[in-house]
Every structure is written in C-alpha cells, then in structure tokens.
C-alpha cells in the first residue's frame, strides 16, 4: 500500500519517466514481505538500456526492474535505498521520510 506522495509528484516522476529521464520518486509504503521497510524509492525510465546502465553502477539486476505497469522502474528498500539516494545525492527524499 503506497501514501504520502501528492499526485504532482507522481505525475512530475511519470513524465521524466516517459520522457527517458531517470526518475525518482519515494513515498511510504506497508508490505508484510519487507518488515521493517517503511518507505520505497522508485527509479524508472522509459529507456531501458538507460535504465539498465544506471541499475549497474549499483549492482541491480535488469530481472528486477518491474515492467509491467507501463513505467519501469527498480525498487529500492532498506539500507540500499538510503546509500542509492546518498550517492544520487536525493538528499530531500531521504529528509522527507524520516
């Protein structure tokens, strides 16, 4: 169950998305199969070599991007989300979801 995202954000991430940018976009989020994860961070882009390239640099594989929403993206969780969005210096949506 996804929350605490504004639908401008949304459609901000859905545009960069279709657009071929690599977007993030984190908001909160409950899954019984992640205890202890409380937020998720999405990294999409239309472009999937682009995509691809980028999961590589930290060791993502391309069979974990989801793609059937029309949007793809990896997923982040956990202590790997917190050093991504470090390192992409996404300091704000680490802030945001303290």
């Known amino acids: 169950m ?3 995202i ?3 954000e949304l459609l901000a991430w859905k545009e960069k998305v279709a657009k071929g940018e ?3 976009l984190t908001h909160y989020w409950i899954d019984d ?3 202890g994860c409380k937020t ?3 990294v999409g882009c239309s472009n999937l070599q682009k995509l691809i390239q980028w ?3 930290y060791q993502l594989r391309p069979e974990w991007i989801h793609r059937q929403e ?3 993206h990896f997923d982040l969780l956990g202590e790997r989300q917190e050093q991504i969005l470090k390192e992409e210096k996404m300091f704000w949506q680490l802030e945001k979801f303290k």
């Open 33 to 35: 199969r992640f205890p």
């Open 55 to 57: 999961g590589e640099k």
């Open 70 to 72: 029309g949007f793809p």
């Open 6 to 8: 504004r639908r401008k």
């Open 2 to 4: 996804a929350f605490g």
């Open 40 to 42: 998720v961070t999405k």
């Open 22 to 24: 690599i977007a993030f």
